[in-house]
């Protein structure tokens, strides 16, 4: 895992958008904003101890696994395309990188976006509320699995969505909120 703030140019989602000079995140300015994260053995995910205790901690009931790849995902260019818009869940959103990489942009405090670059092994939590978007990178390939707090929602809602109740808890939650 590494995080950065992305530059602004308007290249392709896919390319890595560091700023020059890199401008890193840190894990710790990460926790302040909601964002959970565990390393893993994501060989070992059909059985592994660890990922068993966080899911019954979290109570991470639902699972699948997604392979988001041009021959495997139904639509690729045009789901890229929609994953790539800013947009927040009334749930947690929970990944867990299998194979491949992959990028979730997530908003500071200030708005700014910061680039978060997953690997296998990577789980994430992004909170309720958090407006965020999603991209492979220049490998086009990642494998994630998807967990959830029992019947999955995956609505995802554009911004601008600052009405509900999840968005209004998150941005209360933040120590110097919006
Ligand atoms: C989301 O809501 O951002 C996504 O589901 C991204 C794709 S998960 C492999
Ligand atoms: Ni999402």
């Known amino acids: 895992m590494e ?3 992305i530059d602004e140019s308007d290249a392709d989602q896919r390319l890595p958008h560091k700023c020059d000079p890199n401008k890193p995140v840190s894990l710790e300015e990460l926790k302040h904003l909601g964002i959970l994260y565990w390393m893993l053995n994501a060989d070992l995910y059909e059985t592994d101890p660890e990922l068993q205790k966080i899911r019954e901690e979290r109570h ?30 009334l749930d947690e959103e929970i990944r867990y990188i299998l194979d491949g990489r992959a990028y979730f942009d997530v908003r500071d405090k200030e708005d700014k976006w910061i680039r978060i670059s997953l690997r296998k092994g990577n789980l994430i ?8 978007r999603f991209t492979v990178d220049e490998t086009n390939y990642t494998k994630a699995m998807r967990l959830f707090v029992g019947e999955p929602v995956w609505k995802a809602y554009n911004r601008p969505a ?17």
């Open 3 to 5: 995080a950065w703030y």
């Open 60 to 89: 991470y009931s639902y699972m699948d696994i997604v392979t988001v790849h041009k021959d495997t995902l139904p639509n690729y260019e045009e789901k890229l395309k929609m994953f790539f818009e800013e947009h927040l869940h």
């Open 125 to 132: 939590t992004l909170p309720a509320g958090m407006y965020h």
């Open 162 to 178: 600052d009405a509900f109740e999840a968005r209004q808890k998150y941005v209360e939650s933040l120590v110097y909120p919006l």
